[in-house]
């Protein structure tokens, strides 16, 4: 059913006059060179600190890292984030510590980043931790939404690795699963669950520690183009792709029932992968298309149709990729419920969705509790099965961390010398080996040390 034909009975609903606007010009990002890459990311990434996105660099791969507050036209010489030897295909900010971000590449490698306060004043070449393990590119990247220092990579080598970041270990390898290329990966609110969806045109939702698939959906939309999918309330599913006509589609999905579609809406006839970005404290989806120059909003909700068609924001210039702000990054005092970073040709320009309300108060119904920058476990805890639900945040008087960010430490000495291609096998053998070349090496180093020391000091 089209969703033209189920606006006859006016729903009532706190979100029918949400407005999206663009910000005034001086408060964009301006005379950036935008990757050219054609490859379905968001291509950026934003935080209440900062803003990345992947540009065009020669011999490379590169990002740009800016502080919100430097908006107007950024000069040429700009220092950039340029480790990686191809590409960058994806970048997505740690959930919980605004300041690391992680990279995957056409190199096959994923790169953890720290990005100074105040953002960067020279180019930053050397990451924190560098993850090897994929034998052909890295296109998603998805930190764990709850557990700290665990981030998921799926590659084109159609392996979705799970990494505990902090040892550079590769903890969970899934690698019989999905036969082809893997077109979207995400995590439920609680990283309990993983959403993959694949050029074999199966949904699947696995379970993450395990590698298993729970629940598999064949053909979620029969059309042959790329398939999105993100987990709305409820454990429910969300998924855009295309009819066999190449209309463009929404449909929702319950994993527990995967028979039908709760419901299936066509959309357009436009070409471009709709991306879904979902807002699970107002229920909100927001569809944006790769080339569109729109975003489409909707409502999920419980009865049906469960996706209630809303409003739509257009602008002229269509959007080569897309950077959705935390929740905790938003002015509430604005009744601002959702702020996206649209990347254009050469622009990054933030688009600003608000509920109209006459009062100034704080509307507690659009701001319930919401995830806060607090992970509930460390990585070694939650690979060993300790559930992490979010830990919630209000944003009354506009959030404020009162706790330091999540330092990001690396234990140096426990990053593997291997790589992970061998997997789950741990071969603590090699370890021991590794570990006793590495002090073989720090004590050859020091003797190195004190020798150039005694010379020194005989010269004075």
């Known amino acids: 059913m089209e969703f033209t034909m189920s606006r006859k009975v006016v729903r009532s609903s706190k979100f029918r006059h949400v407005f999206g606007q663009a910000v005034k010009a001086d408060q964009c990002y301006d005379d950036i060179r935008i990757s050219q890459m054609t490859w379905d990311s968001n291509f950026c990434s934003v935080n209440p600190k900062f803003v990345a996105m992947i540009v065009d660099a020669s011999g490379g791969g590169a990002f740009m890292v800016l502080p919100l507050s430097k908006t107007g036209r950024i000069d040429m010489s700009y220092p950039t984030v340029c480790g990686h030897t191809g590409p960058v295909l994806d970048i997505e900010f740690c959930p919980h510590n605004d300041n690391i971000i992680a990279s995957g590449s056409e190199d096959c490698s994923v790169m953890i980043w720290e990005i100074p306060e105040g953002g960067l004043t020279s180019p930053l070449t050397d990451p924190v931790v560098k993850l090897e393990g994929h034998s052909k590119r890295v296109g998603i990247l998805s930190w764990h939404p709850t557990a700290h220092n665990v981030l998921m990579s799926a590659g084109c080598d159609n392996v979705v690795i799970l990494w505990n970041v902090a040892r550079g270990d590769a903890v969970v390898r899934i690698d019989t699963v999905h036969t082809d290329l893997i077109y979207s990966a995400c995590w439920n609110r609680d990283g309990s669950w993983i959403l993959t969806s694949c050029k074999d045109k199966t949904l699947r939702v696995l379970d993450p520690r395990k590698g298993t698939v729970l629940y598999e959906k064949e053909k979620p939309h029969e059309g042959s183009r790329p398939v999105r999918a993100v987990f709305v309330s409820d454990g429910k599913i969300l998924s855009t792709g295309f009819s066999r006509m190449s209309e463009r589609q929404v449909a929702l999905w319950d994993p527990k029932n995967f028979g039908e579609a709760l419901t299936l809406q066509e959309l357009d006839t436009s070409s471009g992968v709709l991306l879904p970005f979902f807002d699970p404290d107002t229920g909100v989806v927001y569809l944006c298309g790769k080339g569109d120059s729109s975003i489409r909003y909707f409502e999920v909700t419980d009865e049906a149709p469960y996706v209630h068609y809303l409003s739509m924001y257009s602008s002229k210039e269509s959007q080569k990729g897309m950077g959705y702000m935390p929740k905790r990054g938003l002015e509430v005092n604005k009744c601002e419920i959702a702020r996206f970073y649209k990347l254009h040709e050469r622009k990054c320009e933030p688009i600003v969705m608000t509920v109209p309300r006459k009062s100034d108060l704080f509307q507690e119904d659009l701001y319930p ?86 010379e020194l000091e005989s010269k004075h």
Not at 403 to 413: D, I, N, P, Q
Not at 416 to 430: L, R
């Open 369 to 454: 509790d919401t995830v806060g920058p607090e992970p509930s476990a460390e990585a070694d805890e939650w690979f060993e099965g300790k559930e992490a639900p979010p830990n919630l945040i209000s944003l009354k008087d506009g959030f404020v961390a009162t706790t330091k960010a999540k330092e990001f430490k690396v234990h140096k000495s426990l990053l593997k010398t291997t790589t992970a291609s061998a997997g789950n096998q741990h071969d603590s053998s090699g370890e021991v080996q590794s570990l006793r070349k590495e002090v073989k090496d720090l004590k050859e180093a020091l003797e190195e040390l004190t020798t150039r020391v005694k």
